[in-house]
């Protein structure tokens, strides 16, 4: 007997989840479906581990007092711990809410269907809130678990509840935002502006952890009379009970929440159907080039030619940049912050200067990631390249050039920046970051997996990708850690350089045949 | 004597399992053009894979006008042009850039490209969309910028696998009528087709592949004389020779 009725929502739920169960349990080759039972059962041993240590708190004696009416102190850190998961959730579903009417996928055969297009824009929302707070809920059910037990307040069980509402108003939020920039920017536009406004939104969260470090080492304490004075309090009142499990304020969030759910739903519903059909017609647009094509071609080698290549196809894809550079566009302010908070001892500065450098190698290792899976995985015309008079070697050293080059260039900038301050540690960040660049865009040759430029964002999620992805964050780490020990010239710096080395000389020696054997 | 423009030689490629090309012998004369049939998944995609180096084969000697395709693949893709039936292309690239990119890679003397670019591209109809990205195009224009990109290093041997399919008439008619030419230039050219009336008017030799295996080759008289009674179509003696034709007969 089926759950739900044919064509219901929770009947395309159901239909979404399948889909996406199908997908995960597809990925690393199709081990999958062990690779999400391993991680249930460990994430079960977490939660359960988490409640036998607070079990075990309570029965040594720890307690902690009753919340009764919540004190100021309770009250913000409850409230920033909310809106600090709010804001970045929103961060996140503004940034992809423009998939909603850009992905593809079977958007066409769901909108040639009689479906209501609100029930497709619902299943989608539902889909970017689930997916939006499944990583905060992960990260958050042991702890609230520990201090349920600690507490004995069961109340507190309803913070996962919250976090779960507030889910679905940022997915409603993002896609109303999302649509409101497609009516004033057109589609390709909005997905730029979109991103942006996600980064932007993110950086704020960062600005303003640096606003209360920077409060004169008071911490949270100044804010209680400033909610007092600015009439606010009620509200965070309001907020921090329906967390802690109050009926009635839980209540009524559920409901203002669900509300604007449905209001979103019903009213940009018609207007989604025909942003989807617009952004459909954007995605062959017949687009000339501003500038008209010479009447003789240049003489270039192949290596320059492949890097003049690959750097046409990014910029003309504005999306794809963006999508990229969001990578890097956290680094400055992330730098600025840190460095502007430096002083105190001389030894402090080095370390701040240390950090910064190794921050830009790491950084540089994952935009060389993005940059190397645009050039090589996804790659659209291999057979071209394994016909034409080359040796796979000459294809090989013109993908990782055209991988470093725009690598470098950023970074350059940044290195030049850092290099006023401390000219070794800009010197170190430089090389550290033209080397982990060059080292990622190896891995990518060699353990590449044949993909979609248009699926760029979905790039590690299938066969076998994530243990790329986990593989290149372990790289860029090591690369930054050595960059960093570098730039504080300490030899202790050759640790992780051997660690490094032996990572990358075992990730070689198994892979790299795999290049271009002709059965790719 | 006529210089082969492909010999082929106990060529084995098995997929696990499934043989796909098994033990296969194709010689294939410079200057004509060369039809490769056979019903589907008989081997014909995977044979011309291995002849431009896309796929290793488990055994067997491959030759491009003399040149060990297998010890010496350089030498050998110099002179072929692989054009699949999904066109190889770049949609942020213009035609133009396309066919420059191609002629890097060919290491085509650039001013001499240029001149075969702009006559590729006129001949084909696409000038006029020189400077537009390959992105907007129908199936058919992407289909002949590949084709001019195939064209622009001016290959001795011209492999096509389903060049017509998805292609009107009038585009059909275009290629076909510039594969002729070019034969007529003194090119070889292979193709595969299940437009049998394609191999019928324009083919001058025809080789029928099934299990990976060459059941007949010949002209259309040779095959006729060979396998049927004189007077049947390309279609009548294909079957015939694939035993579909009891099949066909109840559809």
Not at chain 1, 105 to 110: M, P, R
Not at chain 1, 385 to 406: E, F, I, M, N
Not at chain 2, 9 to 33: I, M, P, T, W, Y
Request: overall charge positive.
């Amino acid at each position: 007997m089926k759950l739900f009725r044919q064509g219901s929502l929770g009947w395309f739920l159901e239909h979404e989840l399948r889909i996406s169960w199908r997908f995960l349990a597809s990925m690393g080759g199709g081990k999958g479906r062990s690779i999400i039972i391993t991680f249930a059962v460990i994430g079960l041993t977490a939660l359960g581990l988490a409640a036998t240590i607070g079990l075990a708190l309570r029965s040594k004696g720890v307690h902690a007092p009753p919340l009764g009416d919540l004190p100021a102190i309770v009250v913000i850190i409850v409230d920033g711990v909310l809106l600090f998961t709010a804001s970045l959730m929103m961060a996140q579903t503004v940034g992809v809410a423009t998939m909603v009417f850009n992905d593809r996928g079977d958007l066409d055969l769901l909108l040639a269907s009689p479906t209501p297009p609100w029930k497709i824009l619902a299943t989608r929302m539902l889909v970017i809130a689930f997916n939006s707070m499944l990583f905060f809920q992960i990260l958050s059910l042991p702890l609230i678990l520990t201090a349920t037990a600690i507490t004995e307040y069961w109340g507190l069980l309803a913070i996962p509840l919250v976090v779960s509402l507030l889910a679905l108003v940022a997915a409603a939020l993002g896609v109303a935002i999302a649509m409101g920039l497609f009516r004033i920017l057109g589609p390709r536009r909005t997905r730029i502006v979109a991103q942006l406004i996600g980064v932007a939104t993110g950086l704020s969260i960062v600005v303003m952890t640096r606003l209360i470090r920077g409060s004169g080492g008071k911490g949270l304490r100044p804010l209680g009379p400033w909610l007092h004075d600015s009439g606010l309090e009620p509200a965070a009142r309001w907020m921090a009970r329906a967390a802690t499990g109050s009926p009635v304020e839980l209540i009524s969030l559920a409901a203002g929440a669900i509300g604007i759910f449905a209001l979103v739903t019903v009213l940009l519903g018609r207007r989604f159907a025909a942003n989807a059909s617009i952004a459909a017609g954007e995605a062959q647009p017949a687009r000339a080039n501003t500038r008209r094509a010479p009447s003789t071609f240049k003489t270039r080698g192949l290596r320059k030619i492949m890097v003049i290549k690959e750097l046409k196809l990014l910029w003309r894809d504005p999306s794809l940049i963006s999508q990229v550079l969001l990578q890097i566009l956290y680094l400055p302010f992330v730098m600025f912050i840190t460095l502007s908070g430096r002083g105190g001892s001389q030894f402090f500065t080095h370390v701040t200067y240390a950090i910064c450098a190794g921050a830009m190698a790491y950084v540089a290792g994952q935009l060389a990631a993005g940059f190397g899976w645009l050039t090589i995985s996804a790659e659209e015309a291999p057979e071209l390249l394994t016909c034409a008079p080359v040796t796979s070697d000459q294809v090989a050293r013109a993908k990782v050039t055209a991988v470093v080059l725009p690598v470098a260039c950023l970074l350059s900038v940044l290195s030049i920046g850092l290099a006023f301050l401390s000219p070794w540690a800009g010197l170190m960040a430089f090389v550290g970051s033209c080397v982990c660049a060059a080292v990622i865009a190896y891995i990518e040759l060699w353990m590449q997996r044949p993909g979609k430029r248009s699926s760029f964002r979905m790039r590690r999620r299938g066969s076998g990708s994530p243990w790329v992805a986990i593989l290149e964050a372990v790289i860029c780490m090591l690369f930054g850690s050595v960059t960093g020990m570098a730039a504080a010239g300490t030899a202790w710096a050759i640790l992780p350089a051997l660690l490094l080395v032996a990572v990358v000389a075992i990730v070689a020696s198994l892979n790299k045949d795999k290049w271009l054997t002709g059965d790719a | 004597m006529t210089e082969a423009a492909l010999e082929i030689r106990s060529l084995r490629k098995a997929f696990d399992a499934k043989v796909a090309v098994d033990d296969l012998d194709l010689d294939v004369r410079a200057g004509e053009l060369y039809a490769l049939l056979g019903p589907n998944g008989a081997g014909k995609t995977t044979t011309l894979r291995m002849v431009t180096g896309l796929l290793k084969p488990d055994k067997g000697a491959i030759r491009v006008f003399g040149v060990d395709a297998l010890k010496d693949p350089i030498a050998a893709k110099r002179m072929i042009a692989w054009l699949p039936d999904e066109p190889m292309l770049y949609d942020k690239l213009t035609p133009l850039e396309y066919l420059e990119f191609i002629a890097g890679l060919w290491g085509v003397d650039p001013k001499l490209a240029a001149e075969r670019a702009e006559h590729l591209l006129k001949l084909l109809g696409l000038w006029d969309n020189r400077d537009q990205r390959c992105e907007g195009f129908s199936r058919g224009m992407k289909q002949k910028a590949s084709l001019a990109g195939a064209l622009v290093h001016d290959p001795k041997l011209l492999i096509l696998d389903e060049p017509l399919t998805g292609l009107d008439a009038a585009i059909a008619r275009q290629v076909k009528n510039l594969l002729m030419q070019k034969v007529s230039e003194g090119a070889t050219v292979i193709l595969t087709t299940h437009i049998l009336e394609v191999a019928e008017r324009m083919a001058q030799r025809i080789g029928v592949i099934q299990n990976g295996r060459l059941l007949a080759e010949g002209t259309l008289d040779e095959l006729r004389a060979a396998h049927g009674d004189g007077k049947d179509t390309l279609e009548d003696l294909f079957l015939e020779m694939t035993g579909q034709a009891d099949e066909a007969e109840l559809a």
